[in-house]
């Protein structure tokens, strides 16, 4: 069975360099959203198995996405994938409830398995950021 995921990004060319490389590895990217905002709206219909969500965007953040996402569906499956390395983002990181983070750039088979450990009920968070949790 092929794999449903919404792809959060601000930036379009990521975006669909992603939805290229994830949908040649038969994983059907079913939206793309701009922004946390757009990111809940196609949660609400779509219900993915799985958002990729990027956290620094205009207007709404990954973390608004989040929290909006988690009030639809506590158990949906939310892999942050960001560039984001500030101290602030780093300590609110510590406080979300967020199955997987993935720092950019990232190798694609990392997200890959990412991806399928989250689907299946695991977690993927770095070291780094587990060991201050």
Same mark, same amino acid.
């Given at each position: 069975m092929v794999t449903q995921v919404i792809i959060v990004e601000d930036d379009p060319d990521s975006a669909d360099i992603l939805t /290229?490389?994830?949908?040649?590895? /038969?994983i059907k990217v079913v939206a793309k959203a701009k922004d946390g905002k757009e990111a809940v709206e196609y949660y609400s219909k779509l219900k993915p198995e799985v958002v990729l969500l990027d956290i620094i965007m205009p207007g709404y953040d990954g973390f608004y996405a989040l929290e909006r996402i988690r009030e639809i569906d506590n158990n949906a499956k939310v892999i942050f994938v960001t560039a984001a390395t500030n101290a602030t983002t780093q300590a609110r990181l510590f406080q979300v409830n967020v199955d997987g983070i993935i720092f950019k750039p990232f190798e694609i088979d990392y997200l890959l398995e990412t991806i399928n450990i989250v689907k299946n009920g695991g977690k993927r968070i770095p070291n780094s950021i587990r060991a201050q949790i």
């Open positions: /290229e490389y994830l949908e040649m590895k /038969e």
